[in-house]
T-cell receptor, first 115, second 115 residues
């Protein structure tokens, strides 16, 4: 059982370039999330989704877009990368509210560097 | 807004000594509380969670935490530290009446184990 899988695990971009991070989960979870982790800041929520075809903004959504075309996949896009987006990105998923108490299952992270 | 405060960005203990990592949350509504551990270059792994059952919660690797409503605290403890416990620890909160917008994380505490 793979759980939550993120690709790519590492990426280096130049300022202004675009890219997409892919998150896939095989646990049939309804909810999916994208967080970024920066030193001394903990994890901050970028966007989340409560089901296929839905997305919502989190705490730090600016400069990112997301899509949830399939239940098992959640894509995070950067249209024009900036050095401030250098970070480690984590995808997570969870059951819907009726079946869980909030526990998130995390991927191993994607380290992005923007030069 | 909900928030989580972890006291001490770095905590250093000797191998075999007591580990105490502090977490306080802000809320007037009973929350769900979590401790996650992150080993270097890995994702976050759930250590334990409080979901309004027993106030003393036992987790993996010998860790436990006690929910104290009067102190709005959820401190993590382990009686005897092991070298393998060296990692980053995150406290997180989710409110029982909340929506799907994930967990709110503290900024993390880096646990250092001295030989």
């Amino acid at each position: 059982n793979a759980g939550v899988t993120q690709t790519p695990k590492f990426r280096v971009l130049k300022t202004g370039q675009s890219m997409t991070l892919l998150c896939a989960q095989d646990m049939n979870h309804e909810y999916m999330y994208w967080y970024r982790q920066d030193p001394g800041m903990g994890l901050r929520l970028i966007h989340y989704s409560v089901g296929e075809g839905t997305t919502a903004k989190g705490e730090v959504p600016d400069g990112y877009n997301v899509s949830r075309l399939k239940k098992q996949n959640f894509l995070l896009g950067l249209e024009s990368a900036a050095p401030s987006q250098t970070s480690v990105y984590f995808c997570a998923s969870s059951y819907d509210r009726g079946r869980h108490t909030g526990e998130l299952f995390f991927g191993e992270g994607s380290r992005l560097t923007v030069l | 807004a909900q928030s989580v405060t972890q006291l001490g960005s770095h905590v250093s203990v000797s191998e075999g000594a007591l580990v105490l990592l502090r977490c306080n949350y802000s809320s007037s509504v009973p929350p769900y509380l979590f401790w996650y551990v992150q080993y270097p270059n890995q994702g976050l792994q759930l250590l334990l969670k409080y979901t309004s059952a027993a106030t003393l919660v036992k987790g993996i690797n010998g860790f436990e935490a006690e929910f104290k409503k009067s102190e709005t605290s959820f401190h993590l403890t382990k009686p005897s530290a092991h070298m393998s416990d060296a990692a980053e620890y995150f406290c997180a909160v989710r409110y029982s009446g909340g929506g799907a917008d994930g967990l709110t994380f503290g900024k993390g505490t880096h646990l250092i184990i001295q030989p």
